[in-house]
């Protein structure tokens, strides 16, 4: 072997052991930190939720049909109305949520409010009909037929459902539900020359929204802002506004049948809670 072959195979031997084993190894860059857990709606259900392996209720919600001339209307109302808003002197801070209180006390120019509540019954014809916002947002006379010079007329739970898609879609809001709570309260009743008690049944539909996951719970019930411009730092608060059992005075009058929250605009049950369960009040 030639001395030349032997200076080769010894660099050659050389370059193999650097580029292998005679570097230090390089450390991988340490991984980042971690970002802090994002707050998901299920961390703020209510102590005590369960869901139903079967939403009997779920029949009730009718789906939005975005292939239809109604819903290009309820877009191109929406849009003309935040359009217009954008113009008033709204607190920027506020502007979401004031814009849809504004929305919703609009009147015409004879002084009637555009929105109306009025019942399923004498709307559609039926007991309870969970009306979309593109069915609700027809003017309609006092039967309930289109009319122009009408009112936008429907109950609570269209409500509800108008003011849950209005701040889902288009506030972008970080948790808006659709509630429905639902109660007994003892009446009095004069049946002949007697006076008895009895329960009677009672329902009610609204919007409880978070403008972001650390804000106050707020909310929406037909018309009107239920709690303070601060909201309620407790979600049962609101319940308890519509079922009052936390207060001594009201407690045996009262009773809490069921409290259920639904996607507000997909209409999927998220959390049911049982108004039997005394450990809600807290």
């Known amino acids: 072997m030639s001395i030349l072959t032997v200076i080769a195979v010894i660099i050659g031997a050389f370059v193999i052991y650097f580029l292998t084993g005679c570097k230090h190894e390089i450390n991988p860059n340490p991984d980042p930190e971690p970002e802090p857990d994002t707050p998901k709606w299920e961390d703020y259900y209510p102590l005590n939720w369960y869901k139903p392996l079967i939403d009997w209720s779920k029949a009730k919600w009718i789906p939005s049909n975005h292939d239809t001339e109604e819903w290009d209307n309820y877009i191109v109302l929406i849009a003309f109305w935040n359009d217009t808003l954008e113009k008033l002197p709204i607190k ?110 009672y329902g009610h539909a609204i919007t409880v929204y978070k403008t972001d996951p650390e804000s106050n719970w707020k909310c929406f019930s037909n018309q009107s802002w239920v709690s303070s411009l601060n909201g309620e730092d407790n979600f049962m608060k609101i319940v308890y506004k519509f079922v009052p059992i936390d207060n001594p005075a009201f407690a045996d009058k009262y009773e809490l049948v069921s409290v259920e929250a639904r996607h507000p605009v997909e209409g999927n049950l998220l959390w049911q809670l049982n108004g039997d369960d005394h450990t809600i009040i807290s």
């Not at 920027?92 to 009637?112: C, T, W």
């Not at 309870?128 to 947002?137: G, N, S």
């Open 92 to 201: 920027k801070g506020e502007v979401s949520d004031r814009k849809l209180y504004v929305i919703l006390f609009q009147k015409k120019d004879n002084g009637d409010y555009l929105f109306r509540w009025t019942s399923d019954m004498q709307i559609w014809g039926v007991k309870d009909y969970w009306t979309p916002p593109e069915k609700f947002l027809i003017l309609k006379d006092e039967e309930g037929n289109p009319d122009p010079d009408g009112l936008y007329r429907d109950d609570c739970d269209t409500f509800a459902r108008l003011t849950c898609q209005y701040l889902h879609d288009w506030c972008d809001y970080w948790l808006v539900w659709f509630v429905g709570i639902y109660w007994k309260k003892k009446i009095t009743v004069q049946v002949g020359d007697q006076l008895i008690e009895k329960w009677e049944k």
